[in-house]
């Protein structure tokens, strides 16, 4: 393939190093998986840069989910992942956002493929354990509803 001389192949290939925004949702809390997702952040490469546990309630889920609020499963969703405690972490890795997609799996833990967190811990597919930003702007709108610019300053 003829490439303009502006471009090297090293260039067109490299990975650039992203930060993404997951959720132990309150379903893993409640089964005691946060030690193990967390281990499996740092196994993969993942540099936690943030972190806290904390409650959200109906509004703040209802705002943080608000692509889906016209899905006939916003109300449930949303009552879920304010009914309790849930860990947010701001994570960095080259090619971040892709790769916890892949490690979380699909959104329906029944389809996940063996080895990925939702395959572990899911249990149906609201309860599943997990969520990852799926895109560059979703990531930064994520993250900065979690975190302050100070608390990703690093
Ligand atoms: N969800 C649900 N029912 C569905 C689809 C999704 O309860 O039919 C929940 C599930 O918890 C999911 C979240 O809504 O993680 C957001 O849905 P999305 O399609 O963005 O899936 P994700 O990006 O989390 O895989
Ligand atoms: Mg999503």
Redesign the pocket.
Known sequence: MMLPAAITSDELFMKTLERTLTIVKPDAVRRNAIGDIIEQFEKRGFRILAMKMLEISKHQAEHF?AV?AHKS?FN??TDFMSSGPIVALALEKENAIADLRQLMGA?NPASAEEGTIRKKWGSS??R?AI??S?ADDTARFELSFFFAGYELAQ
Do not use: A, C, K, R
Request: glycine share 8%; hydrophobic share 25%.
């Open positions: 989910y889906h499963f449930s969703l959104t597919i609201e599943n969520h990852g799926d």
